[in-house]
Every structure is written in C-alpha cells, then in structure tokens.
C-alpha cells in the first residue's frame, strides 16, 4: 500500500469513528424522546398479549431457569428484557424506543446513501414511522421495532465495501431476533458475495462469512442447549395449534391473498415503492425474500399474514422505504418524478388515516389497561392460592402472578408435546378431534377449576364445546366483553 494511500485510510479513520460515534448518541437521544413520551401518554401496558409471555420469559431468565426460552421466538429480545428486568415493565418500551430510533436512522443512512436532501430525507422518515400501522407495532412490546431495525441496517449495509464486519454481525445475529429475518440476511450476504468475487475482492466476502459465523455462533449454541433447537420452538408450536396445513391449497391461498391485500391496502401508496425496488439487483433479492416469505405463510400458515394487524409482514416495510430513495435519488428525472408522486401520496394518505390507524393501537391498549387488568385482579381475589387457571391467552396473567395453565403449550414443553402427538395423529382422531382432546387432556392434568379464554379464540378453536363434549360441566362466570371467565366442574374428573 502506498504512503499516501495509507495516510488517507489514517486520516479517514476518525471520520468513521465519529459518524459511528454520532449514529450511537443521536439513537439512544432519540430512544430517549420515543420512550418518556411512550411511557408519560401511555404508561407501561403493552397492546399484544405476547408482549407479556416474553416479559414472564425474561423474569425466568433473570432467576436463573433457561428453559423459559422456550416460550420465545427472539432469543435476543429476551435476553435484553432479561438485562432491563430492573426496571420491568418498562423493559419493552425502552427496547422499542432504541429499535425506532435505530429503524428511523437506518432508513435514513439509505436515503443518504441515495443522495437525498434535507426535506426528501424528511418525507422519508415520516413514511418510516408512521405508516400503515407501523406507530402500533413500534408500540407493541415485542420485537417488531428491533426486527424494523435490523432489516433497515441489513438493506443499509449490504452495498459493496460498506463495513463488512458490521454487515455480517448483524446479519449473523439476525435469525435470533426474527426467524424469517436470517433468510433475508442470508439472501443480502450471497448477494454482496457474489459481487464481491466478480469485484476481485474477496476478502470482502470472506469478512462477512467469519463475522456472521462468530456472531450467530453463540445465540444457534444456546438455543440448542436450553430448547433443544436452533429454530423457536414457539414457531411450530403456533403452526401445529392453528393446524391450517392440511385444508385445501385454494382456501390457504385464498386467505394469504386477502392478508397480503389487507397489509397493501392499510399502508396504502407506500407499496408503490416495489416498482422502484426491481430495476436493481439488491431489489430483486428483497424480491426473492418476499417469495420465501409468502412461500412459507402458504404452507404452513396464511392467517399469520392477518394475525397482530399483519405485524409479519412489516419486515418488508424498510424494503419499501429503501426502494422510494432510490426513486428519488435517481438520476433519470422521470424515476425521480415517480419517487416524488408516491412520496407525496403515501405522506398525504398516512396523515388522512392516522386517527382511524391510530384506533388500531388504542383499542387493545386499553384492553390491556382495563379488561385484562381486571380479569387479574379477580382472580387473584377469587382463585385460592396455588389453584391453576387454564387459559389462551396466559401473557398478562402469568406476569401478575396468576399461575396460569397455557393451552396452546408456548409455555409449558410437556402441553406443547402432548398437542403435537394428538393433534397429528393420523386419520380423523387428528386434527379439529386431536385438538379437543389435547384440549381436554390438558384441562384434566392442571386440574384447573377456572378458564379464561379470549371470546373469539373459543369461537375459533371450541375450547368450551370441547369440554362440555367430554362431560365437563363449564358454566359463564363473566363475561368480560373480549374476553371471558368460566368455572369448570368436576364431572369430568
């Protein structure tokens, strides 16, 4: 290397090291903002039940029982609420508030990277934060917000020569966080390899692979140590439950189609942005992610598209957002009047939705706040000490002390197995029939004299048909408007 080339990669050092230092100071002062403000307007309730099994997870955790893992599809969301279990219940909110303000400066390194300008930049961190229902899941207490993150830096870095260690460390983590994110990951560093190698430098290539390896190394080997697998166990746990493989490929498609309309429709204009994505390489491995992605949900579980306000399918937002910078960076006039139509349009279509998008957070909000809140503290004062309450959903319940009997099995292995070998069993006892009797099984092994179910999970799965079937005697304690309470009697003890 020559003199001068060495003593511009030394001058230029201190450049980088304050940028990254800048990047560090503006998240966690922004995280700041977004988590008073979060915890001053709305308080410490989180608006998804899940939210809550990761906090239960997370306290397990901080007394020493790995096995709570289990329970988790982010091991590394666990693991911070596990580190912020000090301040427990504001643990989600302070992980939310860092993920948006990481998420936010992410897509904004893009739109530098595409050569925006201050107001462009602007326009694009409005999209960014408020689109669709994007305010909800930021706000949800799960890791959607560092899912947003990582996908952002992922798209952000995965140009050639842009810091291969910092690239690969995150990609190699990102599987931890999100399942579906590692095949993004994985997708983004073939990708860069490939041009990597064709650019003669594949020392790139190699960086990237020895980086992910280091840092997926530890999260794959605890995983596998306390769940038995480096895949959630949570995920088939949910896809067993739901049980939607076996019907036919046309109702499955059907209701993928109307999940992935629902999520077109509510971020409205934004998903214009697939147009400006596909004229380029990097778009057209969003694009092949996009097809895993969907792909997966169709065989295995479409309503995952509906479920949470479509909350899955927002880790294909940032692809969105990267691809309208570069529609506005462009140099071809007509692209970036294309870029600006939408821009504009998306802006003026977020602000005209906001209240009715805003009621979709509000309304599990004070479900929490209210109903759930309520339900606890009845059965605190109704239960005896001890008594086992079967439930789904168990989140709140189970971080206020109430001992909660999980039906699903997302917190309890042994339930997970028993649901696994009735509910795929061959024949006509699997299935609808396998399921009421691990429905059943699991009722008469917790000896539970009390049921708290979500009214339209009871719909769904028949919980309560289930036990009047096997001659329980199940009779309405209350009704709780979403959900309801019901005393179980002995007779089919």
Same mark, same amino acid.
């Given at each position: 290397?020559?003199?001068?080339?060495?003593?511009?990669?030394?001058?230029?050092?201190?450049?980088?090291?304050?940028?990254?230092?800048?990047?560090?100071?503006?998240?966690?002062?922004?995280?700041?903002?977004?988590?008073?403000?979060?915890?001053?307007?709305?308080?410490?309730?989180?608006?998804?039940?899940?939210?809550?099994?990761?906090?239960? %997870?997370?306290? !397990? @955790?901080?007394?020493?029982?790995?096995?709570?893992?289990?329970?988790?599809?982010? @091991?590394?969301?666990?693991?911070?609420?596990?580190?912020?279990?000090?301040? !427990?219940?504001?643990?989600?909110?302070?992980?939310?508030?860092?993920?948006?303000?990481?998420?936010?400066?992410?897509?904004?390194?893009?739109?530098?990277?595409?050569?925006?300008?201050?107001?462009?930049?602007?326009?694009?961190?409005? #999209?960014?934060?408020?689109?669709?229902?994007?305010?909800?899941?930021?706000?949800?207490?799960?890791?959607?917000?560092?899912?947003?993150?990582?996908?952002?830096?992922?798209?952000?870095?995965?140009?050639?020569?842009?810091?291969?260690?910092?690239?690969?460390?995150?990609?190699?983590?990102?599987?931890?966080?999100?399942?579906?994110?590692?095949?993004?990951?994985?997708?983004?560093?073939?990708?860069?390899?490939?041009? +990597?190698?064709?650019?003669?430098?594949? &020392?790139?290539? *190699?960086?990237?692979?020895?980086?992910?390896?280091?840092?997926?190394?530890?999260?794959?080997?605890?995983?596998?140590?306390?769940?038995?697998?480096?895949?959630?166990?949570?995920?088939?746990?949910?896809?067993?439950?739901?049980?939607?493989?076996?019907?036919?490929?046309?109702?499955?498609?059907?209701?993928?189609?109307?999940?992935?309309? =629902?999520?077109?429709? /509510?971020?409205?204009?934004?998903?214009?942005?697939?147009?400006?994505? @596909?004229?380029?390489? =990097?778009?057209?491995?969003?694009?092949?992610?996009?097809?895993?992605?969907?792909?997966? %949900?169709?065989?295995?579980?479409?309503?995952?598209?509906?479920?949470?306000?479509?909350?899955?399918?927002? /880790?294909?937002?940032?692809?969105?957002?990267?691809?309208? !910078?570069?529609?506005?960076?462009?140099?071809?006039? &007509?692209?970036?009047?294309?870029?600006?139509?939408?821009?504009?349009?998306?802006?003026?279509?977020?602000?005209?939705?906001?209240? *009715?998008? $805003?009621?979709?957070?509000?309304?599990?909000?004070?479900?929490?706040?209210?109903?759930?809140?309520?339900?606890?503290? $009845?059965?605190?004062?109704?239960?005896?000490?001890? *008594?086992?309450?079967? !439930?789904?959903?168990?989140?709140?319940?189970?971080?206020?002390?109430?001992?909660?009997?999980?039906?699903?099995?997302?917190?309890?292995?042994?339930? +997970?197995?028993?649901?696994?070998? #009735?509910?795929?069993?061959?024949?006509?006892?699997?299935?609808?029939?396998?399921?009421?009797?691990?429905?059943?099984?699991?009722?008469?092994?917790?000896?539970?004299?009390?049921?708290?179910?979500?009214?339209?999970?009871?719909?769904?799965?028949?919980?309560?048909? +289930?036990?009047?079937?096997?001659?329980?005697?199940?009779?309405?304690?209350?009704?709780?408007?979403?959900?309801? *309470?019901?005393?179980?009697?002995?007779?089919?003890?």
């Amino acid at each position: 290397m020559s003199t001068a080339a060495t003593t511009a990669r030394w001058s230029a050092a201190p450049l980088l090291r304050s940028r990254v230092a800048w990047t560090a100071v503006g998240t966690i002062a922004l995280a700041a903002v977004l988590v008073l403000v979060r915890v001053m307007v709305l308080g410490d309730y989180y608006p998804v039940d899940d939210a809550y099994i990761g906090l239960h %997870a997370a306290a !397990a @955790l901080w007394a020493g029982d790995g096995t709570a893992l289990a329970s988790s599809t982010s @091991l590394v969301h666990v693991a911070l609420l596990a580190a912020l279990h000090p301040v !427990a219940p504001l643990g989600p909110a302070i992980i939310g508030g860092l993920g948006a303000a990481a998420y936010l400066i992410g897509i904004d390194r893009s739109a530098v990277q595409a050569g925006l300008r201050a107001p462009w930049r602007g326009v694009l961190g409005l #999209l960014a934060l408020g689109s669709g229902l994007i305010p909800l899941h930021l706000l949800n207490g799960l890791e959607t917000a560092t899912t947003l993150a990582v996908c952002a830096w992922l798209l952000a870095l995965a140009g050639p020569g842009r810091a291969p260690v910092a690239f690969g460390v995150l990609a190699g983590t990102a599987a931890f966080i999100r399942p579906e994110l590692g095949t993004l990951a994985v997708l983004l560093m073939m990708h860069r390899a490939w041009r +990597a190698v064709h650019a003669g430098d594949p &020392r790139d290539a *190699t960086r990237i692979a020895v980086a992910a390896g280091v840092s997926a190394a530890p999260w794959a080997s605890w995983a596998a140590v306390t769940t038995g697998s480096v895949v959630p166990p949570t995920v088939g746990v949910k896809v067993l439950w739901f049980d939607e493989f076996p019907a036919p490929m046309s109702d499955r498609a059907a209701d993928l189609a109307a999940g992935a309309l =629902q999520f077109a429709g /509510v971020l409205g204009p934004l998903v214009l942005g697939v147009f400006a994505l @596909l004229p380029r390489a =990097q778009g057209w491995v969003v694009a092949g992610f996009a097809a895993c992605f969907y792909g997966a %949900a169709l065989v295995w579980m479409p309503s995952a598209t509906v479920q949470y306000d479509g909350r899955y399918q927002y /880790v294909l937002v940032p692809a969105l957002l990267v691809g309208l !910078a570069w529609a506005l960076g462009d140099p071809s006039w &007509r692209v970036r009047r294309y870029g600006r139509v939408v821009a504009v349009a998306a802006l003026v279509f977020g602000v005209a939705t906001a209240p *009715t998008h $805003w009621g979709y957070f509000v309304r599990p909000h004070d479900l929490t706040r209210f109903e759930i809140t309520a339900i606890a503290a $009845w059965c605190q004062d109704h239960v005896p000490p001890g *008594t086992p309450v079967l !439930a789904h959903d168990v989140g709140y319940l189970s971080t206020a002390g109430v001992p909660v009997v999980d039906l699903v099995g997302l917190t309890d292995r042994r339930i +997970a197995d028993r649901n696994a070998e #009735l509910i795929s069993a061959p024949g006509p006892a699997g299935g609808e029939a396998g399921r009421r009797a691990a429905i059943v099984a699991t009722a008469r092994a917790s000896g539970a004299r009390l049921l708290v179910v979500r009214n339209s999970w009871d719909v769904q799965f028949h919980i309560t048909a +289930a036990l009047r079937s096997a001659g329980w005697e199940v009779t309405l304690e209350h009704d709780w408007g979403t959900y309801s *309470t019901w005393r179980l009697g002995p007779a089919g003890r």
